[in-house]
């Protein structure tokens, strides 16, 4: 498949074991964020998301966590899996720009070692 | 419910030339989102299509346009291309309303030679 990134920042994390994935945005009236990943020779894959009235959100093995004052967010994923291996974008939506048009991050490659 | 679909799948163009791309959005979305992945610039947004309208749009050349049909199914055409189009031309789907989750299809890789 197609390379997403050629020097993305990359996570090594062993099976089983947690994993936090981090992200620094951009905008401070960014008020949506949505978590994606993206395997290879794939489009990105939905996975969580929040508002920015929340700090933390539970899916199934993932949450999400948003601190507002330092524009950071993180996703963390638990009992990671081989299948978990991807990269993993975050993406803002300024309040104002538009339903939409969200501003993504460069991305993070996990590797899941057996 | 089938996801987003986009087609061709792969296409190679030489540098002049133009390009059109399509997006089926899934079956009840209403709009459609067009971005440019590469690996040097990542993720950019193009422009957003709802009820055959554009919406919003992104900092890209006029050469980047496109459309959006009635049933709500969207083309992206790309003229005069450069080098430096060849990318992964990727569109999501979304209900249109207050909901914000957006849909990603498989992309359509763009070589320009």
């Known amino acids: 498949g197609e390379s997403v990134g050629l020097h993305l920042p990359t996570l090594s994390v062993q099976e089983g074991d947690n994993s936090i994935i981090n992200c620094a945005y951009s905008n401070s009236a960014s008020d949506y964020f949505i978590w994606y990943k993206q395997e290879s020779g794939k489009g990105p894959q939905f996975i969580i998301d929040?508002?920015?009235?929340?700090d933390k959100r539970q899916g199934q093995r993932v949450t999400v966590l948003l601190n507002k004052t330092v524009k950071h967010l993180s996703l963390q994923i638990a009992a990671t899996q081989p299948g978990d291996s991807a990269v993993y974008f975050c993406a803002e939506n300024p309040r104002g720009s538009g339903t939409y048009k969200y501003i993504f991050g460069t991305g993070t490659r996990l590797k899941v070692l057996a | 419910k089938a996801g987003v679909t986009q087609t061709p799948r792969y296409l190679i163009k030489t540098r002049g030339q133009q390009v059109t791309l399509s997006c089926s959005p899934i079956s009840g979305h209403r709009s459609v989102s067009w971005y440019q992945q590469t690996p040097g610039q990542g993720l950019q947004f193009l422009f957003e299509y709802f009820s055959e309208t554009q919406r919003n749009k992104g900092n890209f050349p006029g050469r980047f346009s496109g459309r959006q049909f009635s049933n709500s199914r969207s083309e992206m055409n790309v003229s005069t291309l450069e080098l430096g189009d060849s990318a992964l031309y990727l569109c999501?789907?979304?209900?249109?309303?207050?909901?914000?989750?957006?849909?990603f299809g498989p992309g359509t890789r763009l070589t320009v030679t």
């Open positions: 929040i508002r920015s009235n929340m």
């Open positions: 999501a789907s979304s209900l249109g309303d207050s909901a914000y989750e957006q849909y």
